[in-house]
């Protein structure tokens, strides 16, 4: 059950991320779809955010963009409801 709305879904849908250099954020915390859409909605409003996918099952965030900052993905996931746990730079797929 989702312990920030009770909604009781597990679904894994994942909003889909541009493909290039992008970094990779482990959130807490996020059980179901609803929690992926909040997640994607905040960090989707941060300045230079310009694709955003989330893997529910690993917590796993990819996020691509150019000029956002960790702190600033930090203080959109923490608005959201939920933790960053850490940070990679990847190259998204």
């Known amino acids: ?9 597990t679904d894994a849908t994942a ?6 250099e992008g ?5 807490t915390g996020m059980t ?3 929690c992926v859409s909040s997640v994607s909605a905040e960090i989707g409003k941060v300045p230079g955010v310009s694709g955003v996918a989330v ?14 900052s960790d702190e ?4 959109a996931v923490e608005r959201a409801g939920y933790s960053l746990a ?6 998204a797929s």
């Not at 059950?1 to 879904?9: F, L, Q, V, Y």
């Not at 909003?15 to 290039?20: D, I, L, S, V």
């Not at 893997?55 to 956002?68: I, Q, R, W």
């Open 1 to 9: 059950m989702c312990t920030a709305c009770s909604c009781s879904t």
């Open 15 to 20: 909003t889909q991320a541009k493909n290039g």
């Open 23 to 27: 970094t990779v954020y482990t959130v």
């Open 32 to 34: 179901c779809g609803h």
């Open 55 to 68: 893997d529910l099952s690993t917590g796993a965030v990819t996020v691509d963009g150019a000029g956002f």
């Open 72 to 75: 600033q993905i930090r203080e």
């Open 86 to 91: 850490g940070a990679t730079p990847v190259a």
